[in-house]
C-alpha cells in the first residue's frame, strides 16, 4: 500500500532520513521509533509531501513525489503531530469539519463529522471552544479531524507524548478501534516500547535516519543493535 523506496532527505550537510526503504501493508499497524533527532518527523513530512526528497514513495502503486499537502491527503494519507494543531478559537465541531473540508474526496458530509465525533468520543463537547478543553480532548480532535478527511492511512506522530497510564490506555484503545472498526492503515512514531509491543505487527528503528532493525516488535526490541543505539543496557 505504502512503499519507501531509497527514501533521503538530507538538510544541507546533514542527513535527516538517508536512504530508507520499507512497505506498509494494507491494515497494518507498523511503528516507528529511534533516538531524538533519528529523522522520524521528517520522514512523516516528506510522505506528508512537506519537503521534496530523493528516492521514491508510492501509495496504492502512484508515486506521490512532488504532490502537494493537500493532494496527498486526497489520496487518502492523513496525520496527527507531537503537539496537537489546534485552533483555540473553534469549536470542537468546526475542528473536525476542517479535517473533512480538507481532505474528504466527496466534498463536506456533516453525517461524518457527527460520526467521528461520536468514534472519539466528543460528541457531548461538540460545541465547546478547543483552546478550554484537556490534553487528551486536544489529542483527540486532533486524530477526529484526521479521520475526518477519511485516511486510509493514519500517520500518529507520539500520540502518548504527556500522557499519563490511564490517557495512553484509552488512546491506545481507540487506536485500536480506528485500525479495526474503520479498517484505517496505522502508521505509529512512539517511544513507549510498551505500546509499541502491544499495537504494533511490525516495527522500524532508525537511528540518524538510517535503518537498525525492522520487523516483529518483540524480536526487533530485542535486537543488540536497537538495546545499544536505543534501549540502552539498563545500567
Ligand atoms: N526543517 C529542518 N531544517 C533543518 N534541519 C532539520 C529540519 N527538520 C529536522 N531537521 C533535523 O533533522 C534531524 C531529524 O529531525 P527529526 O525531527 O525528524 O527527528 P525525530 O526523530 O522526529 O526526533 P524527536 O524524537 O526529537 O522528535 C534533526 O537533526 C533535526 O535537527
Known sequence: MLKLTNVT??????????????????GQVFGIAGPNGAGKSTLYNLISGLYPFEGAISFNGKEIAGLSPHQIAKLGISRTFQIPQIFPSLSVEKSIGVGNHFGSREGFEQDYVDKVLEFVNLHDKRHAMVG??????????????ALATKPEVL??????AGSNAKEII????LIQRINRDLGVTIIIIEHFMKVLTELTEKLLIIETGTEICCG??????GDPRVIECYLGDGT
Open 216 to 221: 516483529d516488535p518483540v524480536e526487533v526490541t
Open 132 to 145: 478550554q478543553l484537556n490534553l487528551l480532548d486536544k489529542k483527540m480532535i486532533m486524530i477526529g479531524a
Open 170 to 173: 484509552q488512546l491506545m484503545e
Open 9 to 26: 532527505k538530507k538538510f544541507g550537510e546533514l542527513t535527516a532520513v538517508n536512504s530508507l526503504s520499507f512497505t506498509v501493508s494494507k
Open 155 to 160: 500517520m500518529l506522530d507520539e500520540p502518548m
